[in-house]
């Protein structure tokens, strides 16, 4: 049972370009988070999802922050017009449906630098 | 303001001793998580808390769940280089999601 998989694993982009960061859950499970790490922080809370919904998307920036989890495919938080403010490591997180939220699986995250 | 405080910070000590560290909050948690994280990976869940007062061991780490279930402690014992990581603690409200401290990051010197 292959674990969460996050990619890129490091993603560059230039100030106003698009960040897609995707995650797959493991395998039979339906609810996927998404946490933004800094470095030398923890982790903070942005979305959490199950499929076609998002449940809570409180730590959410209001504005070019997007996130998604589709029927089919992979979990998607989207990044729009990035800003050197929104480099740091963005971790997903999957759990089984009878164990949500306390138990997530992290996936080994996607480090975005925006130069 | 962190709805989780994580003391210390910073922690360095040499292999063989014992150390605890510490999560607490003025809120009550329906469970807690503690988790380890090491450079350039994710976390990895080490245990789960639920009831008040409930003490977890895993080889030589003992978590313990405070009575009121709003902190939490972590105690290592003899510990060991591969010890060394990012300690983080994780609190559930029965809601719909998780917050996190901001860790406890541990050096273990041979």
């Known amino acids: 049972n292959a674990g969460v998989m996050q990619n890129p694993r490091h993603l560059v982009r230039r100030r106003g370009q698009e960040a897609r960061l995707r995650c797959s859950p493991m395998k039979g499970h339906s609810h996927v988070y998404w946490y933004r790490q800094l470095p030398e922080e923890g982790l903070k809370f942005m979305v959490y999802?199950?499929?076609?919904?998002?449940?809570?998307e409180s730590g959410m920036p209001k504005e070019r922050f997007s996130a998604e989890f589709p029927k089919e495919g992979p979990s998607i938080l989207r990044i729009q017009q990035v800003v050197r403010g929104d480099s740091a490591a963005y971790f997903c997180?999957?759990?089984?449906?009878?164990?949500?939220?306390?138990?997530?699986?992290f996936g080994p995250g996607t480090r975005l630098l925006v130069l | 303001t962190q709805l989780l405080e994580q003391s210390p910070q910073f922690l360095s000590i040499q292999e063989g001793e014992n150390l605890t560290v510490y999560c607490n909050s003025s809120?009550?948690?329906?469970?807690l998580q503690w988790y380890r994280q090491e450079p350039g990976e994710g976390p990895v869940l080490l245990v789960t808390v639920v009831t008040g007062g409930e003490v977890k061991k895993l080889k030589r780490l003992t978590f313990q769940f405070g009575d009121a279930r709003k902190d939490s402690s972590l105690h290592i014992t003899a510990a060991q280089p591969g010890d060394t990581g990012l300690y983080l603690c994780a609190g559930d409200k029965n809601n719909n999601d998780m917050r996190f401290g901001a860790g406890t990051r541990l050096t273990v010197k041979p």
């Open positions: 997180a999957s759990s089984p449906p009878d164990r949500a939220p306390e138990t997530q699986y």
């Open positions: 809120s009550v948690f329906s469970s």
């Open positions: 999802l199950q499929k076609e919904n998002i449940i809570d």
